[in-house]
C-alpha cells in the first residue's frame, strides 16, 4: 500500500454550520448530509441514557435528520427517539417508516398516528415504505398521499425499493416521492451499477442505512491500515467516502456520544484521489448488475 496520508481535513468554524453539503430533496426541502439511524436502538433500558444523550449530541453537531420506524423494537426507537428529541423538535427532520404489511390505504393511517403518538409529535418530516410487500405501490401513493394532505406527514418515500420497483412507482405516482432508503457502504456497491443512476438522472437522493456494514468494516484488515495511514478512524473513512457521492445521505448509528462525534468529523474530511482509487481496490465497484440487498 503506497499511500502518503493525504485526507484533507477542511476547518469547520461552528458544529452548526456543517451545510456546504446539504442534500435537497424533489420538494426542494434540504437536509444535513449525515443523519443519525437507531436501528437496534431502545431496547436495553440500561442503555436508555446513553443513547438519548447521543441523538441530542449529534444535533448539536448539526446530524439533524434522525431516522426510525415503527418495526425497530416494536416502537421502543420511536418512544426513545420521541424522549431524546424533547423540547427540539424544530431542530429535526424526522423520518419514520411503515411495515408493509401497514401501507394499505385502510392501514397506513393508523400506523402513522401511532408513530407519531410514540415519537410525540404531530406530524412526520418524511414517512418512508421500509419495504415492498403485498400492498399495491399505487394504493400505498394513494394512502401516503392523503395523510400528507392531512398534515400528518410533510412528504413520504420507500426503502428497499430496486430499479424495475422505482419503474413501477413512477408510473403509479408521476413524481410525489422523495428517497428511497438502501443498503449501500464500501462493501454493498451493486447500486451504483443501475439504482443511484436511474435516481440520480431524476434528482432523487438516496439515503444510506448501515453505512458500516453494522460495524463489520471496522474489522477490515487493508482497510483499517488505510484509515490508520490516513489518520482517521475506520467509521470515519467509511462515512467520508459516502459523503462524497453525490446525492447520498448516510444514516449511521452511534451508540455512545464518543461515537457520534467521530461519525460527525466525517463532515470535515476530504478525500484525495490516491485514496479513492485504492478504496476501489479494496472494494471494487459492480461490473454487472445485481439484485438490491438487504439486512
Not at 390505504?105 to 404531530?122: F, V
Amino acid at each position: 500500500m503506497n499511500l502518503n496520508g493525504t485526507a484533507r481535513i477542511v476547518p469547520v468554524q461552528k458544529e452548526t454550520q456543517m451545510n456546504e453539503r446539504d442534500i435537497r430533496f424533489p420538494d426542494r426541502e434540504e437536509v444535513a448530509p449525515l443523519g443519525q439511524g437507531t436501528w437496534m436502538m431502545g431496547e436495553d433500558p440500561s442503555r436508555r441514557a446513553e443513547e438519548i444523550a447521543t441523538l441530542r449530541r449529534g444535533l448539536d453537531l448539526g446530524l439533524t435528520l434522525i431516522d426510525t420506524a415503527e418495526m425497530y423494537g416494536d416502537g421502543a426507537s420511536e418512544e426513545m427517539v420521541g424522549e431524546a428529541i424533547r423540547g427540539r423538535r424544530e431542530e429535526v427532520f424526522l423520518v419514520s417508516k411503515a411495515y408493509p404489511q401497514n401501507a394499505s390505504e385502510a392501514r397506513l393511517p393508523d400506523a402513522c398516528r401511532g408513530s407519531l403518538k410514540r415519537l410525540g409529535t404531530d406530524r412526520l418530516d418524511l414517512y418512508l415504505l421500509h419495504w415492498r410487500g403485498g400492498v399495491p405501490l399505487g394504493e400505498t401513493v394513494i394512502a401516503m398521499e392523503r395523510l400528507k394532505r392531512d398534515g400528518l406527514i410533510r412528504s413520504w418515500g420507500v426503502s428497499n425499493l430496486d430499479t424495475d420497483d422505482m419503474e413501477e412507482l413512477l408510473a403509479a405516482d408521476g413524481f410525489g416521492w422523495q428517497t428511497d432508503q438502501v443498503l449501500y457502504n464500501l462493501t454493498r456497491r451493486g447500486v451504483e451499477w443501475d439504482l443511484l443512476p436511474w435516481l440520480s438522472s431524476r434528482g432523487i437522493p438516496a439515503m444510506a442505512y448501515s453505512p458500516i456494514e453494522q460495524g463489520r468494516l471496522l474489522d477490515h484488515p487493508e482497510f483499517t491500515l488505510l484509515a490508520e495511514s490516513l489518520s482517521l478512524s475506520p467509521a470515519r473513512l467509511a462515512l467520508a467516502w459516502l459523503l462524497e457521492r453525490p446525492g447520498i445521505i448516510p444514516i449511521p448509528k452511534a451508540g455512545s456520544v464518543a461515537h457520534v462525534e467521530d461519525n460527525a468529523g466525517a463532515l470535515e474530511v476530504r478525500l484525495d484521489e490516491e485514496t479513492r482509487t485504492f478504496l476501489d481496490t479494496l472494494f471494487p465497484p459492480p461490473t454487472h448488475r445485481t439484485a438490491l440487498e438487504m439486512i
